[in-house]
């Protein structure tokens, strides 16, 4: 008979370790979040080989007092709540009260921190679990925890970590998403001894996008804003000529907290719909402001997920606001033909460190913390920091002297932000009141019309835009229930796949209210002997499968009404497909209609219909601009 043992703490903690700390980056995580909790303005996260050689997070917090720092390592204590039902008004990061007690199972960790309060700070040394050392130092205030080789006594765990490298990149990542959560945090990355990047904590968030992202990216970016009763959204949409192959660039954060959310993503995503082509996904950064009663955040170890009540109802809002967000905004994409321009701007922006909440000059005198912080690596401490790139030297060293406080040297509006800002409110180009400084130059290629407008050469594709056309007046008639259906004589007469046709009988009365008239013709084949009339003449019997198709393939989230028209839309864009020549006149009236729409710059199918060139551009292109 098998033995049933009672395992020691040090196992039931190394075991528990890893529903917490998987990788160097949820350490950074789990300390990161510490510090934001502990009211840091100011916090410098440092790795090494990717983070498994040694991890030091150092924030200018509250920090720890002396009798708390034993309590602070005990798995289930935290200072964050104290009993279950403060789980629904939960405003920190943590809660759980796991991750010191987690990475210190795991890892070799020393904690160095100070309250305002107390006149010496603590030096704290816990290895697997094991307390170590424990001695008064001097220290400035706030908390710096270091990390040091971590899952040392759990091999198999160790084995599974990637490269360095690989492990670096999740770290930036990770530290790139808290600092844009926290805009008024001063962040900064170091990784093998080189500043990575670092935010001011000025609070725009713009700005941090730039410094992270770069130009492209930060010049593309709308800022967003929308609020309903318990959501509140803000960030940043990006315009679709920033749209990524893959949902990495979807940044949510609710109630702070950096998440995933199929829910959201999805909302977000049928919102950027006619923006965005296949497989393409939005670049964008949304905090959620979410009423804590109508979300769970205790679903997921690392936090990483939560749960929202009444998702139909809240996937709706999202989407149609950010639809009309972007709606509301001029999207045509510039092209440029030469590159100066931009290049030129980037010049214009200089790297300003910011500081970190160790400065130098209490460093130097404080012989405690020199000898925990700097002694050579060979004796596993904390190696001598690598040389800095001048300009850092001098900002640093000055910080040293002037303030004592992180919050008073953070530089204020940078050049950064001045470059990287976004007209938002120009005139729209397309609207009825322009039109009649429009003038059609003529069409080339069989495709495009040239149209002159001010000091800019617009460029429309003529099928984009006819698709466009078509798109809108069905969907608008649809939404005024006012789609009319045409008889086909004789029905159409298709046949259906087991999962097709589950898929249509689940949804038959959405296809009747687009004007579909179906009925059963025997075994798995369907008569059509209607379909909507907007949409006669584009090869019905194809788009009325490809709905299927695309509806059997997807999970089709939102109220009735939203996946109404979701479907609708499906509907219009398989039929609109097909492309037709134009004469003048009618592309002169294409135009015409295009210039009434909400939305005149994509077709439904995301690419753009129209693009512009400026005077400019031009000019500089003959040289009669020399820049
Ligand atoms: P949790 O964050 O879930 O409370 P942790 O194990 O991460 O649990 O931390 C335990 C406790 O230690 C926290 O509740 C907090 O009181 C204290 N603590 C941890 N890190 C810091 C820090 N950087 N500054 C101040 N206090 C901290
Ligand atoms: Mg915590």
Redesign the pocket.
């Given at each position: 008979m098998a033995v049933i043992n009672i395992l020691d703490h040090q196992t039931i903690d190394k075991i528990a370790a890893g529903e917490v700390v998987e990788r160097p980056a949820s350490v950074v995580k789990?300390?990161a979040?510490?510090?934001i909790?502990?009211g840091?303005d100011a916090v410098t996260v440092e790795i090494r080989d990717g983070g498994i050689s040694l991890i030091r997070v150092t924030?200018n917090?509250?920090?720890?007092e002396k009798g708390?720092i034993h309590n602070?390592f005990l798995r289930h204590?935290?200072?964050?709540i104290t009993s279950a039902e403060d789980l629904t008004e939960l405003v920190?990061?943590?809660?759980?009260?796991?991750?010191?007690?987690s990475i210190a199972a795991v890892s070799k960790v020393e904690l160095i921190?100070k309250t305002p309060e107390e006149l010496t700070g603590i030096r704290y040394v816990i290895e697997g679990g094991t307390e170590k050392e424990r001695e008064e130092i001097g220290a400035p205030e706030g908390?710096t925890?270091l990390v040091r080789s971590l899952f040392y006594n759990t091999p198999p765990r160790r084995k599974f970590l990637k490269q360095p490298q690989t492990e670096a990149s999740y770290v930036a990542e990770l530290t790139e998403h808290l600092a844009m959560s926290n805009p008024r945090v001063s962040f900064r990355f170091i990784a093998n001894g080189q500043t990575r990047f670092y935010t001011t904590g000025n609070g725009d968030l713009a700005e941090i996008v730039y410094r992270i992202y770069g130009r492209e990216i930060a010049d593309a970016l709308l800022p967003f804003q929308w609020q309903t009763d318990g959501i509140a959204i803000e960030g940043l949409l990006g315009r679709p000529v920033v749209n990524r192959a893959n949902r990495n660039y979807e940044i949510f954060y609710v109630n702070g907290r950096y998440i995933k959310s199929s829910l959201i993503s999805k909302a977000v995503e049928e919102g950027y719909r006619e923006y965005l082509m296949q497989h393409k996904f939005p670049f964008c950064i949304l905090h959620f402001g979410i009423d804590t009663k109508r979300i769970d955040v205790n679903v997921h170890p690392a936090k990483l997920e939560v749960r929202i009540a009444d998702g139909p109802a809240f996937y709706d809002a999202v989407q149609a606001a950010v639809r009309t967000a972007l709606s509301e905004t001029e999207m045509i994409p510039e092209i440029t033909l030469s590159q100066e321009k931009s290049q030129k701007a980037d010049e214009t922006v200089k790297e300003r460190p910011v500081p970190e909440p160790f400065e130098r000059r209490r460093l130097a005198k404080d012989s405690a913390d020199r000898a925990v912080l700097q002694q050579p690596e060979d004796g596993g401490r904390y190696p001598l920091p690598a040389p800095e790139p001048a300009e850092d030297r001098v900002m640093r060293e000055e910080y040293a002297y002037g303030a004592d406080s992180a919050a008073q040297a953070v530089p204020t509006q940078t050049k950064a932000a001045e470059t990287a800002q976004i007209e938002l409110f120009a005139d729209k180009i397309l609207s009825e009141q322009s039109r009649e400084r429009f003038k059609i130059i003529g069409q080339l290629f069989d495709t495009y019309w040239l149209v002159s407008f001010e000091d800019k050469l617009l460029i429309i594709d003529q099928h984009a835009a006819h698709e466009k056309v078509m798109y809108e007046r069905f969907m608008k008639r649809f939404r005024e229930h006012a789609v009319v259906s045409q008889t086909l004589n004789p029905p159409m007469i298709v046949t259906l796949s087991g999962r097709e046709r589950e898929c249509y009988l689940e949804h038959a009365e959405d296809f009747a209210a687009l004007g579909f008239t179906v009925e059963e013709f025997g075994g798995s084949e369907y008569a059509v002997r209607g379909v909507p009339m907007d949409l006669y003449g584009y090869g019905e019997k194809e788009f009325f499968r490809e709905i299927l198709e695309e509806l059997s393939g997807e999970t089709v989230t939102g109220t009735p009404e939203s996946i109404r028209i979701r479907i609708a839309t499906m509907a219009c864009k398989a039929a609109v497909k097909g492309n037709m020549r134009l004469t003048a006149e009618e592309a002169g009236r294409l135009i015409d209609e295009l210039l009434t729409l909400d939305n005149p710059y994509h077709c439904p199918h995301g690419r753009p219909t129209i693009v512009s060139m400026t005077k400019y551009e031009l000019e500089k292109k003959f040289k009669r601009i020399v820049t």
């Open positions: 789990e300390l979040e510490n510090a909790d502990a840091a924030d917090g509250c920090g720890i708390q602070a204590a935290t200072s964050k920190s990061l943590g809660f759980r009260g796991e991750a010191l007690a921190s908390t925890v």
